[in-house]
């Protein structure tokens, strides 16, 4: 079992920016592709960025390429996402998870941290 704990999420005007973190335990954390999806209130959950265990590949939806950025800290059981030029339609409900490989990343879910961006 893997429990997963986001932090970070709060209001920020467009064009800030804030870095969400999301802390792992229960199993060997370097061994688990973790990701962020989003949902916004009455869409689906999109994922947004995931990064492989230990060789550190990563992919980004479109909406947000070159603009966030996901890393992971092996030793620290920690997986970030640092979101930069925030814009409005980025405001949803973040949350972190976890799973074998880079396209079978749902098995573990954190409760979700609400990001909000005003304009």
């Known amino acids: 079992q893997v429990q997963l704990v986001e932090s970070g999420g709060g209001l920020v005007q467009a064009g800030g920016s804030l870095r969400l973190s999301c802390a792992a335990s229960g199993r060997t954390f370097s061994t688990l592709a973790m990701a962020w999806f989003r949902q916004a209130p009455g869409k689906e959950r999109d994922i947004v960025a995931r990064i492989s265990g230990t060789s550190g590949n990563t992919i980004y939806a479109d909406s947000v390429k070159g603009r966030f950025f996901i890393s992971r800290d092996n030793a620290k059981n920690t997986v970030y996402l640092q979101m930069s030029s925030l814009k409005p339609e980025d405001t949803a409900v973040y949350y972190c998870?976890?799973?074998?490989?880079?396209?079978?990343?749902?098995?573990?879910w954190g409760q979700g941290t609400q990001v909000t961006v005003s304009s």
């Open positions: 998870a976890a799973g074998p490989t880079l396209y079978n990343i749902r098995s573990y």
